[in-house]
């Protein structure tokens, strides 16, 4: 497995449409292991593949928050797609791996439903709320070449002391 370079604005892979994929071969398989090390190595919590330079619809999640009795969970989901959106919203500051050094608000879906396959091909569902729910937005998000800076209200400048602080995605 290898921590692969995080691409950042403005490199056009993340604003293009990542493709299908089709094909749940080994360049997957590698591809996801990766990603998923590049994701630790950042540290970060989510990680979209246009993000290490990869046009296709892949993202790796990993999260847990005890307080709010959520597991450790590690999820591999190839072409996820949201499919439903709750009415209710909240607003969060959010950053982005490949906007270093700034974030913003951002009105996201309280619980979505999101479904995809895993790895194998297998199909995959899932319905995440709270924070969990605001970082499959956010991937998703990236394989259609859209950042949280498009959807942001304020703004800010962080230090990488403070991005250090937070959830990065
Ligand atoms: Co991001």
């Known amino acids: 497995m290898t921590v692969r370079t995080i691409v950042t604005i403005p490199q056009p892979v993340l604003r293009r449409k990542a493709a299908r994929v089709t094909d749940f071969g080994p360049d997957l398989q590698k591809l996801i292991d990766d990603m998923i090390d590049t994701m630790r190595a950042a540290p970060g919590v989510g990680l979209a593949a246009p993000q290490v330079g990869v046009s296709r619809r892949v993202i790796v999640v990993e999260y847990e928050d005890p307080e709010a009795g959520i597991p450790h969970q590690l999820y591999a989901v190839v072409n996820p797609e949201i499919v439903a959106f709750s009415k209710a919203t909240e607003v969060g500051v959010e950053g982005c791996l490949s906007i270093p050094g700034i974030v913003g608000e951002v009105e996201r879906a309280l619980t979505v439903e999101v479904r995809g396959v895993d790895r194998r091909g297998r199909p995959f569902s ?44």
Do not use: C, K, Y
């Open 126 to 169: 899932l319905r995440p709320s709270g924070w969990l729910a605001r970082i499959f937005q956010h991937e998703i998000d990236h394989l259609n070449g859209v950042l949280f800076t498009d959807r942001a209200a304020r703004i800010e400048r962080v230090s990488p002391a403070e991005a250090a602080e937070m959830d990065r995605v």
